[in-house]
């Protein structure tokens, strides 16, 4: 229960304190990417077929309903997120608008989010999942 409340608020916090492309930005990248996952735990699947570490398998929905799933992966990937509707990772990318020195990097794909400590195994997940990176700074 700590960890994925740790994992939900590290999310949060990156969400929220990043910043990013305009929405007609967000839109655009969101729609070149075709792959979309049922929840965190199929994502997670990916994330380990690709040779990256993604031991957790507790993901939380927030909402439970039709809500965003959010799963800790580890020190490298501290979190995943996958959204029921293309507007939900939408409106998680507008919230990357801010500068914050403290930002992480991102993938995401039309209904997915993988933030990492640095770009490195974002751009090996790229290879195998495409999406578009968004840099810390």
């Keep these: 229960m700590r960890h994925a409340t740790t994992a939900v608020l590290t999310l949060a916090t990156v969400v929220l304190t990043g910043c990013g492309p305009t929405t007609d930005e967000v839109a655009s990248m969101v729609a070149g990417s075709a792959k979309t996952y ?4 199929a994502l997670r699947e990916d ?7 993604c031991p957790s398998t507790n ?3 927030v909402p439970e309903e039709d809500g965003t799933a959010y799963l800790e992966c580890d020190y490298d990937i501290p979190g995943i997120a996958v959204t029921r509707i293309e507007e939900g990772l939408q409106e998680l990318l507008e919230l990357r608008e801010d500068a914050d020195p403290d930002m992480l990097p991102v993938l995401h794909g039309a209904n997915w989010m993988i ?3 640095d770009e490195a195994p974002l751009q090996q997940l790229q290879d195998e999942l495409g999406g578009t990176i968004l840099s810390a700074s």
């Design 38 to 41: 049922d929840d965190a735990l």
């Design 47 to 53: 994330i380990i077929a690709a040779g990256l570490q």
């Design 59 to 61: 993901q939380r929905v």
């Design 115 to 117: 933030i990492a400590r």
